[in-house]
């Protein structure tokens, strides 16, 4: 099937008649890779789903006055990042716990998830990833999970290409001796 273009998403949403369609156009073309973006952040498969429906909504209710000069799936991606870390400031506020502690519940979480069906790599590499910061971990799974670019990164974070670059490299290093911490052997 073929990838429909955002210029045609656009142009059907601004007509009443096709608005339906373009939205599940949309739908169709982003809904997986948001639904990705927001599950490696919050972990638990019921949360992610909950955020997707809350970020469809915000995109639906605000698509009319989207402007152009922004790709579509930035635009997306910075709705979904928001509610992501809106939905984790409020777990924490929440529990009244601190990042660490919200770490290690959603690295048990994972561990007990069954939607989770990755090997023991992957499973220590999702809970290295835990361990980072919350822009960081953010940083790294839309550089290595999602392939986007660092200008992209940049648009939908509001931060400098060179800033992402450093935070990445930085990401990575805390992964390496995570991994190598925990003995795990490639």
């Known amino acids: 099937m073929k990838q429909v273009e955002d210029s045609e998403i656009l142009e059907k949403f601004a007509n009443t008649k096709t608005r339906n369609e373009a939205f599940n156009l949309l739908l169709n073309k982003y809904q997986q890779k948001i639904y ?19 970020v469809f909504v915000k995109v639906w209710k605000n698509l009319e006055s989207f402007r152009s000069d922004a790709q579509l799936y930035t635009w997306i991606y910075r709705i979904a990042t928001n509610e992501c870390i809106t939905f984790l400031n ?11 502690e919200v770490s290690d519940e959603l690295s048990e979480t994972l561990v007990a998830s069954s939607y989770f069906n990755g090997d023991k790599i992957q499973l220590k590499l999702q809970q290295a990833l ?27 974070t509001g931060t400098s290409v060179g800033a992402l670059k450093a935070s990445f490299h930085i990401a990575v290093k805390k992964i390496e001796t995570f991994m190598l911490n925990e003995d795990i052997t490639f």
């Open 36 to 54: 990705w973006h927001i599950r490696r952040m919050v972990i638990d498969h019921d949360d992610a789903d909950d955020l997707v429906q809350d």
């Open 90 to 100: 409020k777990k924490k506020q929440r529990n009244n716990t601190s990042l660490d």
């Open 130 to 156: 835990l361990t980072l910061p919350e822009k960081q971990r953010l940083i790294f799974n839309m550089k290595y999970f999602d392939e986007l670019k660092y200008e992209e990164i940049s648009e939908i």
